[in-house]
């Protein structure tokens, strides 16, 4: 008869097998299963595209958070080797690897929230727009499963262009019955993140003590920090103001150039994706106040679609910010945004609708 030592290795040998990475009868995950179902409470949360440049190291940071009990990856290469690796980490969630569009649907029943940074990232030289080709296609597929799958998981949805895949995202849920508006969140973070980082530098401050509003989209002019309203309150002259809003509004082709050929932003994106998701994660879960940017459906401007502030809270941005008071640089600024914005957005809405 077995002892019960041997049945517990036997049952760790199994879990190496990678095809017990997927759910299946007697497999390791049975345990964690039952460690994630005992344990303390937290949310389940899905990442699509986590063996890619920005997912491996978002399925790392997420697998800290405290507050994630379940953590799934799916890919369409190597999920099983990164699920493998992180679920090493002597954190408390459970880890789960799905590997190609079989698994899609496995990966994302029961999921909270659902992170996609799942395409193809730019070159030197390209637009984001130039990524829509592929990038549509793959972000209408994945929204199919998780309105069918979970659809009443939070989306915060990464791949780019942003400014046209949340139209998608949106258009692929009305056709399924499933849109929720407060629900899907466009990840414009690290516009966010990069704002404070710079604007500190000008201001001789810590960047963890600078907070300033990005609104618009997430491409270029878009992309409109609101000097003006920085905090803690300060001025700029206009040379810092021009060279501030260009920095930013061109921080993705910085590191483009700078990796010249070998992708775009994937540290500092999981960074921003991280901060993002645990923002809503922290609104799932009731906390007060949870405010942050995102590109989201709006009524702030005459656009379907808007980056600004919302809160986070229960049901997702339960609450969006109007753009408050602007400079005429910032004024000019918002003209010359919306103009981009509207062709965008209307490209993302018409690949599925026609
Ligand atoms: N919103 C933002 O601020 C922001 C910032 C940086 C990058 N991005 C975008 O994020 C996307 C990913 O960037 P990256 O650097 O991680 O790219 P990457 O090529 O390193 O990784 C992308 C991953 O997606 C996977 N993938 C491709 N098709 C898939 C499908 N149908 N289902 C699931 N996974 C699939 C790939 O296998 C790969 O592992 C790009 O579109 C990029 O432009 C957005
Ligand atoms: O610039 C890119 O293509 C990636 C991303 O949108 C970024 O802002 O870093």
Do not use: W
Not at 161 to 184: C, H, M, Q, W
Not at 202 to 207: C, R
Not at 307 to 327: C, D, H, K, S, Y
């Amino acid at each position: 008869m077995q002892s019960e030592a041997n049945f517990r290795i036997s049952k760790i040998s199994a879990h190496l097998n990678p095809s017990n990475f997927q759910m299946g009868e007697n497999s390791m995950l049975e345990q964690a299963e039952c460690r994630a179902k005992g344990g303390a409470p937290g949310f389940k949360v899905a990442i699509l595209g986590a063996a890619g440049g920005i997912g491996q190291s978002l399925a790392m940071l997420m697998k800290m958070n405290p507050l994630v009990s379940v953590l799934h990856l799916y890919d369409v290469v190597n999920a099983h080797g990164v699920t493998a690796d992180i679920s090493h980490m002597d954190t408390g969630a459970v880890v789960r690897g799905f590997l190609g569009q079989p698994q899609l649907e496995d990966a994302l029943v029961g999921m909270d929230l659902v992170v996609i940074p799942a395409g193809v990232p730019r070159k030197p030289g390209m637009t984001r727009d130039d990524l829509f080709k592929i990038n549509a296609g793959i972000v209408r597929t994945l929204c199919e499963g998780i309105a069918k799958c979970c659809p009443n998981a939070i989306v915060n949805l990464i791949s780019n262009p942003v400014n046209s895949t949340v139209p998608i995202a949106a258009e692929v849920f009305k056709k399924a019955g499933t849109y929720d508006p407060k629900r899907l969140l466009g990840v414009t973070m690290l516009d966010v993140v990069r704002a404070n980082t710079f604007v500190a530098e000008v201001l001789g401050l810590d960047p963890r003590e600078v907070s300033v509003p990005v609104v618009g989209g997430h491409a270029g002019v878009t992309i409109l920090p609101l000097l003006s309203q920085v905090k803690p309150p300060c001025s700029f002259t206009s040379e810092e103001c021009e060279y501030l809003t260009k920095r930013i509004q061109d921080g993705g082709t910085e590191v483009v150039q700078a990796k010249a050929g070998a992708g775009s932003a994937t540290l500092s994106m999981a960074y921003a994706a991280v901060k993002f998701a645990d923002a809503c994660l922290r609104g799932l879960r009731g906390d007060a106040n949870i405010v942050e940017c995102a590109f989201v459906a709006s009524q702030v401007t005459e656009l379907p679609f808007f980056a600004t502030r919302v809160r986070l809270g229960r049901t997702g941005a339960e609450e969006i910010f109007q753009l408050g008071p602007m400079n005429e640089y910032e004024r000019a600024g918002l003209v010359e945004a919306k103009k981009e914005l509207i062709a965008s957005i209307e490209k993302g809405a018409s690949f599925i609708s026609k």
